[in-house]
């Protein structure tokens, strides 16, 4: 696969998945690049014979240059559960996506990883683990107190869902 | 308050509302970012450059050349054609009959092959 292919495979999914983890398109926008320049720098540094696909090898680049530029610049404040208010109030259009989103911002940051990870970008347990260095348990853990939470905060969401006919 | 009497939510129905979450399109200038333009030498791009320009304004400029040229080759045509007259009218002859006098008297010699050995 040449790397322009390995481009258009694959850059959108570097790019939401940075996009989910910080909410910043110019980020997101600036990591991806990086992501794929760093890739093409030093190419044989994948060595699909140790079982990674590529994905997963750009997404562990990404994670890490995201995490980087978290570690520099800081992250946003963490919302607390008790400060996601999710409106029920279907007279005022509920952006459903944006409660989503609000949503997950406020899961930990190592829930919210797991959870972009397995939900969003379709990754196993075992892959998960591999990319974020844990045990596949503390990875299972992580994903089901992140849904477990999540849970908690969408409940008004389905409700509106309902009136809405689930659309 | 009101959260604690709902019900949470079913797998099913998390997952559906997590993939209402839509991220952007990453930008299309991502791609020349990643992948710059190689560098071509100059005669190169000079020789692939190319001009936009609109039609009216090519056909006028196109016209003003063709007729520049044309007023440029019969000037020129005129301008020799004058200069060989101006020569012609000027220059005094280089060959002149002047004091040329026909002969008066012929004598033939027939000179033979062995006296013009000698």
């Known amino acids: 696969m040449t790397p322009e292919e390995a481009f258009d495979l694959h850059h959108q999914a570097v790019f939401s998945f940075v996009y989910r983890l910080t909410r910043k398109a110019d980020l997101a926008e600036d990591v991806t690049q990086d992501c794929f ?15 990674a696909s590529l994905k997963t090898f750009l997404i562990a680049i990404a994670r890490n240059l995201a995490l980087k530029h978290i570690r520099d610049y800081g992250r946003e404040e ?9 409106s029920t109030d279907s007279s005022k259009a509920l952006d459903v996506s944006t409660a989503v989103e609000t949503a ?39 994903l089901h107190r992140a849904r477990e939470r999540l849970r908690r905060i969408l409940a008004p969401l389905e409700r509106v869902g309902d009136l809405h006919g689930k659309s | 308050m009101e959260n604690r009497e709902r019900p949470d939510l079913t797998d099913p129905e998390l997952d559906a509302l997590l993939h209402t979450w839509k991220t952007p399109i990453a930008p ?36 003003l050349l063709l ?5 440029w ?18 220059a005094p002859p280089s060959v002149t009959f002047q004091g040329f006098l026909p002969v008066a008297e012929l004598r033939p010699r027939i000179i033979r092959s062995h006296h013009a050995r000698n």
Not at chain 1, 42 to 50: S, W
Not at chain 1, 78 to 86: G, K, L, P
Not at chain 2, 67 to 71: D, K, P, R, S
Not at chain 2, 73 to 90: H, I, P
């Open chain 2, 73 to 90: 080759g019969t000037r020129k045509e005129r301008a020799r054609a004058e200069s060989v007259l101006n020569s012609l009218a000027s």
């Open chain 1, 37 to 51: 320049l760093a890739y093409l720098r030093a190419p044989e540094r994948f060595d699909a014979e140790r079982g």
């Open chain 1, 104 to 142: 997950v911002a406020s899961l930990p940051p190592l829930q919210q990883e797991a959870l972009v990870l397995f939900e969003y970008e379709g990754f196993t347990l075992e892959e998960i683990a591999a990319m974020v260095d844990a045990d596949v348990g503390t990875v299972k853990s992580r």
């Open chain 2, 67 to 71: 007729i520049a040229g044309w007023q």
């Open chain 2, 28 to 63: 299309p200038r991502l791609r020349s970012a990643v992948f710059p333009k190689q560098s071509v030498a100059w005669y190169r791009r000079w020789w692939a450059a190319s001009v936009r320009i609109p039609l009216p304004v090519a056909a006028v400029v196109c016209a």
């Open chain 1, 78 to 86: 963490q919302m607390d559960e008790t400060e996601v208010m999710i």
